[in-house]
T-cell receptor, first 114, second 111 residues
């Protein structure tokens, strides 16, 4: 089984709709992240959470919200989707071992906003 | 915001050739990670580097943490068709809790 799972894998929605993307992990990591990827660009950080009670905005948080329901679950919501939110969305988790921090990614959700 | 400059943007090589790509920054990083991403999939971690000067291999892949801490290199030896994909770097600033990502190097390998 995959360590980091995302649902749905693909989603088509209309402008103005509210949608939620979900992420679950079995790695036991405290830190979880949501990123957005656009063609030709690097990953951009939307939100991150270092534990259940900790939520932090990333570089591009406007138009998005998150919920950390449990250590293993971190969901991303688009309250009112708009076409320029069409992108690939990735969830990631990280551990901070004795050597340093490493991030592990989920398979991604491809979102199309019409 | 912080930027990582990754080059080249794309490469077209013959099977069997060696490949080299790099990432540079104006800031000092304490971690460099290298990933490979296949179309429609999530990035997969290839190599993690945590110390300046560190040289780490993973099969035919070798990556180095630059001495200045502002750059990192990834080399692929004897490329094969399954090496095709997008490779990108990620760096973590010292005392910052976020990673910054390069825009990727798209590798094409001709059989």
């Amino acid at each position: 089984d995959a360590d980091v799972t995302q649902t749905p894998r693909n989603r088509i929605t209309k402008t103005g709709k509210r949608i939620m993307l979900e992420c679950s992990q079995t790695k036991g990591h405290d830190r979880m992240y949501w990123y957005r990827q656009d063609p030709g660009l690097g990953l951009q950080l939307i939100y991150y959470s270092f534990d259940v009670k900790d939520i932090n905005k990333g570089e591009i948080s406007d138009g998005y919200s998150v919920s950390r329901q449990a250590q293993a679950k971190f969901s991303l919501s688009l309250e009112s989707a708009i076409p320029n939110q069409t992108a690939l969305y990735f969830c990631a988790t990280s551990d901070s071992g004795p050597s340093g921090e490493t991030q592990y990614f989920g398979p991604g959700t491809r979102l199309l906003v019409l | 915001g912080q930027q990582l400059n990754q080059s080249p943007q794309s490469m077209f090589i013959q099977e069997g050739e060696d490949v080299s790509m790099n990432c540079t920054s104006s800031s000092i990083f304490n971690t460099w990670l290298w990933y490979k991403q296949d179309p429609g999939e999530g990035p997969v971690l290839l190599i993690a580097l945590y110390k300046a000067g560190e040289l780490t291999s993973n099969g035919r892949l070798t990556a180095q943490f630059g001495i200045t801490r502002k750059d990192s290199f990834l080399n692929i030896s004897a490329s094969i068709p399954s090496d095709v994909g997008i490779y990108f770097c990620a760096g973590r600033l010292y005392n910052f809790n976020k990673f910054y990502f390069g825009s990727g190097t798209k590798l094409n390998v001709k059989p």
